[in-house]
């Protein structure tokens, strides 16, 4: 089992940045792709960004070009850098591990998520 533990969020105006981190602890050998979704309310849970061991990356295209992921492996931690933050960004971000790209059913280990709220 992996313990997922987010931190970073936070409230932004329009066009600022925020940073999320996210540390892994536990079976960590089991991880390979290290993924961020999010949730806004009244939605479902949409594919942010994942990151694999090789340190391939992908993106969903509302993300192109505005936010970063990227990995330590010997801290087992994940970063998204999010800037140029619009509004619509505002959700619950969760960190998730072990899984495959953009498919949340796939990932086995799930953060309690982390807030960012974006102002207008």
């Known amino acids: 089992q992996v313990q997922l533990e987010e931190s970073g969020g936070g409230l932004v105006q329009a066009g600022g940045s925020l940073r999320l981190s996210c540390t892994a602890s536990?079976?960590?050998?089991?991880?390979?792709?290290m993924g961020w979704f999010r949730q806004a309310p009244g939605k479902e849970r949409e594919f942010v960004a994942a990151i694999m061991w090789s340190g391939a990356y992908y993106y969903a295209d509302s993300v192109k070009g505005r936010f970063t992921i990227s990995r330590d492996n010997a801290k087992n931690t994940v970063y998204l850098q999010m800037d140029s933050l619009k509004p619509e960004d505002t959700a619950v971000y969760y960190c998730?591990?072990?899984?495959?790209?953009?498919?949340?059913?796939?990932?086995?280990?799930w953060g309690q998520g982390t807030q960012v709220t974006v102002g207008s």
């Open positions: 998730a591990a072990g899984g495959r790209i953009d498919y949340a059913p796939s990932y086995a280990s």
């Open positions: 536990g079976r960590t050998f089991r991880m390979d792709a």
